[in-house]
């Protein structure tokens, strides 16, 4: 159980259009998902909270405008990057929060989206 | 914000050793979780630990949470091990179940 999916796997896009990168909950419901990004050789940098139903919580220095977050429903989650431009070239990672008690919770990663801007 | 320090940054083991990754974060946690990061990017739980010790299989791991710091245990290591190994926590001073990740463990194994 727990898994979560990705798509696309990859994408390449010229520069100043956007990509739209979905993330799936496939056998149970989330509420809360998140957003990363992974340069080369680092660790993943949280770019925002997605909630069901609400607006995305963004990290500091994180263009909520550049970003777009949708959360339409309990197993869904898009991250749209709106005008890409080279240096928006990354690896971009979702999770989807699970709680497993009422004080508990694990997240889980979807396989992620390696975005080449040209 | 939290600090989350992970050691060694990088380990090389022959096939058959045993190793010990460290995770040092500098506040209190309501969620600890160690993740393996595969050679494609792939990030897989591997536990959930916020305090105390869990086994599974050649892997186990202990956090003192009284002390913060996490241990993660890999015992008779194989090839299919390599990758990158990251703790990750959600402090208790902040709400919303947002996990900071430390800088990772990168582990190979050889043949």
């Known amino acids: 159980g727990a898994v979560v999916s990705q798509h696309p796997s990859r994408v390449i896009c010229k520069s100043g259009t956007s990509v739209k990168i979905e993330c799936r909950s496939l056998d149970f419901q989330a509420t809360t998902m998140f957003w990363y990004r992974q340069f080369p050789k680092q660790s993943l940098m949280l770019m925002a909270t997605?909630?069901?139903?609400?607006?995305?919580?963004?990290e500091q220095g994180v263009e909520k405008d550049k970003f777009l977050i949708n959360h339409a429903s309990l197993t869904l989650s898009t991250l749209t990057v709106t005008s890409a431009h080279p240096e928006d070239s990354s690896f971009y990672i979702c999770?989807?929060?699970?709680?497993?008690?009422?004080?508990?919770?694990?997240?889980?990663f979807g396989p992620g989206t390696r975005l080449t801007v040209t | 914000g939290i600090q989350v320090e992970q050691s060694p940054p990088d380990l090389i083991l022959q096939e058959g050793a045993n190793s010990t990754l460290r995770c040092n974060f500098s506040d209190s946690v309501n969620n600890l979780q160690w993740f393996h990061q595969n050679p494609w990017g792939q990030l897989i739980n591997l536990f959930y630990?916020?305090?105390g010790t869990k086994q599974n299989g050649r892997l186990s791991a202990t956090t003192v949470a009284t002390e913060r710091y996490s241990l993660l245990y890999i015992s008779s290591s194989q090839t299919t091990d390599s990758g990158v190994y990251f703790c990750a926590v959600d402090p208790k001073e902040t709400s919303g179940s947002r996990l900071t990740f430390g800088e990772g463990t990168q582990l190979t194994v050889n043949p």
């Open positions: 999770s989807a929060l699970r709680w497993t008690s009422s004080e508990s919770y694990e997240q889980y």
């Open positions: 997605s909630n069901e139903g609400s607006k995305a919580t963004y």
């Open positions: 630990i916020p305090s």
